[in-house]
């Protein structure tokens, strides 16, 4: 082990010499014989040299005191200047940290804008945030058996973060909350290993990013499924009115400029009023649901199928004339007709649907007029005894088959 050396050293060394000189003539002076012939120097130069000695001593421990001040000086100008390099290092880190979510945010707000599937989009936001964090262990879903619960319940429950440990990882739990409402939680795993400083400090930088980040993950979680319950209807799970409009508006276009077909079929179930008279509402609730259940499970991946309103439906089925959605309309009214339906009494109850089909043609001035087109023809379906379907023809042509 080296020792320090004391920081008078260098003063003893300085003074030392001319002390020692000047105690060695005050002894010789002190000692002279009593006949001053036989002493070679003079009384005054001996009291001269001694005060000159004293003097350099006097002058060396000056410059010391003061070389000593301006080393406490300077131990203190860089003290200051490390205090000052590293609070910019930590401006400097928080600015690189800032950078780095700021970068999650905008491949975040890529993923929301992209055309991809929410399990997609789930798996994009939890990566770019695991990235984030850098390298930690990421709980995507409760359901998994390599997730560890601890804290996550409670994190949910209370909407607070958790912060527990298992030995070999300090795990933090952190509420996922968009719109006021918690939807989940995220899990981060930090090991244990280290000094305790490193990781309190990785902690914190992990809370620090998250607090930033959640309410983008969250929305980037949420917005699929707020989307989906905008165009969904909740009791038929079939699209919404408003959706249809949309829809419709776009295939209908679509046709006029390229010149593909396009049908619409319009649905209503048969005698609905006295479904719910005789059985409640609640029954007439599941028939409603079981037919559209039906009607959904019965059409090809491209058509589209919406509650219009009450027991009314609608499809859209694009590249489709009339005898494609003929087809597809006795397809499914055969399958309603040939189900049995279980009341909230188990009653078994038998329902049938009548449907109108409308094609597109290109003297339809709007969507709106493709509508009235299918609505027409499912009128003539009820008024021809219901349970049928019915493909809209012009007045002129019906009339010449009459």
């Not at 000692?31 to 001996?46: I, M, N, V």
């Not at 490193?198 to 990013?209: K, L, Y």
């Not at 309410?215 to 959706?243: N, S, V, W």
């Amino acid at each position: 082990m080296r020792l320090r050396r004391p920081d008078w050293l260098p003063a003893l060394a300085l003074v030392a010499l001319p002390a020692l000189t000047g105690a060695a003539v005050l002894a010789a002076w002190l000692s002279r014989p009593s006949d001053p012939s036989a002493w070679p120097f003079s009384t005054r130069f001996l009291a001269v040299t001694a005060a000159l000695c004293a003097a350099y001593a006097g002058l060396l421990l000056a410059l010391h005191r003061r070389s000593r001040a301006a080393l406490l000086r300077t131990t203190a100008e860089l003290e200051r200047v490390r205090k000052e390099d590293e609070g910019s290092r930590r401006r400097l880190m928080a600015v690189e940290e800032r950078l780095e979510i700021l970068s999650a945010y905008k491949n975040v707000t890529a993923v929301l804008t992209s055309d991809v599937g929410f399990e997609r989009i789930l798996d994009e936001t939890l990566r770019i945030t695991a990235d984030l964090l850098g390298r930690t262990r990421f709980a995507r879903d409760l359901s998994r058996k390599s997730v560890n619960r601890a804290g996550v319940e409670e994190c949910v429950e209370f909407r607070q973060i958790q912060r527990v440990s298992d030995g070999e990882r300090f795990i933090l739990a952190v509420p996922l909350t968009a719109d006021q409402e918690t939807i989940g939680a995220v899990q981060v795993g930090i090991p244990t290993r280290g000094a305790a400083g490193e990781i309190v400090a990785r902690a914190e930088h992990i809370e620090r990013s998250l607090s930033e980040i959640l309410g983008t993950l969250a929305l980037a979680i949420k917005t699929p499924d707020l989307y989906t319950r905008t165009i969904t209807d909740a009791l038929t799970g079939l699209f919404t009115k408003r959706h249809f409009i949309t829809e419709l508006e776009t295939h209908f276009e679509a046709a006029r400029r390229h010149g593909d077909a396009l049908s619409l079929i319009m649905i209503d179930i048969d005698h609905f009023k006295k479904v719910n008279d005789t059985y409640g509402h609640v029954t007439g609730d599941i028939v409603l649901k079981k037919v559209a259940s039906v009607v959904k499970s019965s059409i090809r991946a491209y058509a589209l199928a919406f509650r219009y309103g009450g027991e009314e439906m609608a499809l859209i089925i694009p590249r489709a004339d009339t005898s494609a959605a003929l087809a597809a309309a006795e397809r499914i009214r055969k399958r309603v007709e040939g189900k049995r339906i279980a009341g909230t009494k188990k009653e078994s109850i038998a329902v049938t649907i009548s449907l109108g089909i409308a094609e597109f043609t290109p003297n339809l001035r709007g969507a709106v007029d493709l509508v009235g087109r299918a609505d027409a023809a499912l009128y003539q379906s009820k008024d021809s005894g219901r349970n049928r379907s019915t493909v809209w023809v012009p007045a002129e042509a019906a009339a010449s088959r009459g």
